[in-house]
């Protein structure tokens, strides 16, 4: 299991702060993920692309729960 460390969240408006934090914990999952599925034959732009769609998916979802 995967364990993210975030501390309190950015006041004001702190979206900057928001990506680098889950940039820096995210980054290299999804580089294992696009290296593990390249290493099996799978494009690995397709593959960035399907992960892309997974997050807005999640955000659309969580959006109507708002």
């Known amino acids: 299991m995967v364990e993210f460390k975030f501390s309190d969240p950015p006041l004001g408006n702190g979206t ?5 934090e889950c940039q820096r ?11 593990a599925a390249a290493a099996a034959g799978w494009n690995e ?6 992960m ?3 997050a807005w998916d999640l955000y659309e979802k969580r959006r109507g729960d708002l």
Do not use: G
């Open 16 to 20: 900057d702060e928001i990506s680098s």
């Open 25 to 35: 914990q995210l980054l290299p999952i999804v580089n294992e993920i696009v290296r």
């Open 45 to 50: 732009k397709d593959v960035l692309l399907a």
């Open 52 to 54: 892309a769609d997974v």
